[in-house]
């Protein structure tokens, strides 16, 4: 399954600037794959940091939420809330140009909490990795 911007726009509810997620290239069972374009136009550029632009490591773990998000939402799971965040991992700098692909996987399911693995990689290396978890709201 693939979803465009407005589409993920839709199942969010984030719109620009907090909107990061520009394409869903699979989604199945288990995972979602996401695509976040990365460009000189993001806002949090200008202060992050002048002369050396680096996107910060929350904005990529909040394009992992987005894409936890968009899963539940297609898998028919209540809307998550983040509710807890380990052994998250800043292993390359994410600059303008890059593309962001974020890899989640689901690790667990239960009643009231689902749980990820996730890394975030531009040109196959891995940027950023992290395990989530999601409260579920009913």
């Known amino acids: 399954m693939e979803l465009n911007s407005v589409q993920i726009q839709a199942i969010t509810d984030y719109d620009t600037p907090l909107s990061f997620l520009d394409k869903v290239i699979q989604l199945d069972e288990t995972q979602i794959q996401a695509i976040a374009n ?57 600059t303008p140009g890059n593309q962001l692909k974020i890899i989640l996987k689901q690790t667990n399911l239960e009643k009231n909490k689902i749980e990820f ?6 040109n196959d290396e891995i940027a950023c990795s992290a395990n989530l978890s999601f409260l579920l709201n009913d």
């Not at 693995?117 to 531009?122: F, K, N, R």
């Open 38 to 94: 990365i460009t000189m136009g993001e806002g949090f550029f200008q202060g992050h940091f002048p002369g050396n632009p680096v996107m910060p490591g929350v904005l990529t773990i909040q394009s992992m939420v987005q894409a936890a998000e968009v899963y539940c939402h297609e898998q028919g799971i209540p809307v998550p809330t983040l509710s807890q965040l380990k052994k998250a991992r800043f292993k390359k700098m994410i």
């Open 117 to 122: 693995s996730g890394e975030a990689l531009v």
